[in-house]
C-alpha cells in the first residue's frame, strides 16, 4: 500500500528556519511535490522534485534522498503569513500525468 | 490566464437529493483530476479524465458517484442520492501534458449535506 508520513504540527518563530520532514513508502514513484494549503482554500503548488538533491526557490527549498525515501520542505525567514498546512505528495505511477498520493498535512503555525 | 475554476464554492443539499460539482481547468491543460478532503483529513484521490475519457477511477466510490469531461465544457462530479458522510471539500485539479505535469488546483466546493 501506500504510505506518506508527516508530522502533524509544528510551530516556528518568525525570521527563523522550519524544516518540515516527509517520508513515504510506495509501490513506484514518479515525483514528490509540497503544495500549501491556507485553511479554506486551494492546495498551491511549492516545490516539484524528481532526481535526489535539493531544490531552491527563494524562501523555499525541497530536498529528496529516493533511497531513503524522504523529503524536507525547508522555509527560511519565516512570515506570519506562511502559517498553513504544507502538503507532501507522491507520484507513484510510470506515466508523468497520473493521481498524486497525499499525506495528512503538517500544519505550520509562525509565532512573534 | 485564469486558474483552475470550479463552482458552487458552497453546495448544501438534503439527504437523498443529487450534487453536481463543475471544474473548468486551466487554459491549455488537457487533464482534470478529481480530489475528496474530509476536516482534519488528506487529500484522497478520486478520478483522472482527460477529454471525453475517465483515464483512472480507483478512488471513486462504486456507487452513486460518476465524473464525466465532455468534449465541449467543464468537467462535472456527480454525486446521486446523496448522505452525511459525503459532506467534505471536493477539489479539482488539471495539469498540462508537458513533463512534471504539475497539477493545478481550484478553490474547492464545499459540498454540505443536511
Known amino acids: 500500500g501506500q504510505n506518506i508520513d508527516q508530522p502533524t504540527e509544528m510551530t516556528a518563530t518568525e525570521g527563523a528556519i522550519v524544516q518540515i520532514n516527509c517520508t513515504y513508502q510506495t509501490s513506484g514513484f514518479n515525483g514528490l511535490f509540497w503544495y500549501q494549503q491556507h485553511a479554506g482554500e486551494a492546495p498551491t503548488f511549492l516545490s516539484y522534485?524528481?532526481?535526489?538533491g535539493l531544490e531552491e526557490k527563494g524562501r523555499f527549498s525541497s530536498f529528496l534522498s529516493r533511497s531513503k525515501g524522504y523529503s524536507y520542505l525547508l522555509l527560511k525567514e519565516l512570515q506570519m503569513k506562511d502559517s498553513a498546512s504544507y502538503l507532501c505528495?507522491?507520484?507513484?505511477?510510470?506515466?508523468?500525468?497520473?493521481?498524486?498520493?497525499f499525506g495528512t498535512g503538517t500544519r505550520l503555525q509562525v509565532t512573534l | 490566464n485564469a486558474g483552475v475554476m470550479q463552482n458552487p464554492r458552497h453546495l448544501v443539499r438534503r439527504r437523498g437529493q443529487e450534487a453536481r460539482l463543475r471544474c473548468s481547468p486551466m487554459?491549455?491543460?488537457?487533464?482534470v483530476y478529481w480530489y475528496r478532503q474530509l476536516p482534519e483529513e488528506g487529500l484522497k484521490f478520486m478520478v483522472y479524465l482527460q477529454k471525453e475519457n475517465i483515464i483512472d477511477e480507483s478512488g471513486m466510490p462504486k456507487e452513486r458517484f460518476s465524473a464525466e469531461f465532455p468534449k465541449e465544457g467543464p468537467s462535472i462530479l456527480r454525486i446521486q442520492q446523496v448522505v452525511r458522510g459525503d459532506s467534505a471539500a471536493y477539489f479539482c485539479a488539471s495539469s498540462p501534458s508537458v513533463p512534471a505535469n504539475i497539477q493545478y488546483f481550484g478553490a474547492g466546493t464545499r459540498l454540505s449535506v443536511l
Open positions: 505528495a507522491v507520484r507513484d505511477n510510470p506515466g508523468t500525468a497520473s493521481k498524486l498520493t
Open positions: 487554459k491549455g491543460h488537457s487533464h
Open positions: 522534485n524528481v532526481l535526489d
